[in-house]
């Protein structure tokens, strides 16, 4: 039970033998708790575009999205989110969701790091920044072609292989 059905419930049964001052103090405090319920969270995401077979050159798009205020919410949910509810061309890669294989890797505020992991709280309240990494060709948007690093990874056997 949250706190805010928590104090209506209180103030329902116990209505008769609480005095005045306290129903008006435990109505107030009703209120406050379902405000906060609603508290909403607008982020500014920059995010950089490119598509190779439409755009000439990469560009800037802004983006203001409400993730609410849970404090668990990362960078990759808020790139779920735009793509949803505001633009359904905006390309990403993310594959585990587990911050284990890499695959959603990108610049955030000029730093590299992994979008599932990245929480947005751990952001600031400025402008969010996203790029692809730097040191891959891009294919779009934020997704970057990691051909030659799965053939690097092929080439060294960073697993265990049975003898035959």
Known sequence: ??????????????????????????????????EIRKK?????FKIFRFDPRH???????????????????????????????????????????LAMCGSCALVINGKEGLACKTLLKDLGSGPISLKPLSHISVIKDLTVDLKSLINRLKKMEPYFVPRT
């Open 55 to 97: 755009d000439v050159e990469p560009y800037e798009q802004e983006f203001r999205v409400d993730m609410g205020d849970s404090e668990k919410v990362t960078v990759l949910d808020a790139l779920f989110r735009i793509q949803q509810t505001q633009d359904k061309t905006l390309s990403f890669r993310y594959s585990c969701r």
């Open 1 to 34: 039970m949250t706190m805010y059905a928590a104090i209506n419930v209180a103030m329902y049964k116990f209505e008769e033998r609480i005095p005045d001052f306290m129903i008006t103090f435990l109505s107030g405090l009703s209120d406050l708790c379902g």
């Open 40 to 44: 909403k969270m607008i982020y500014t």
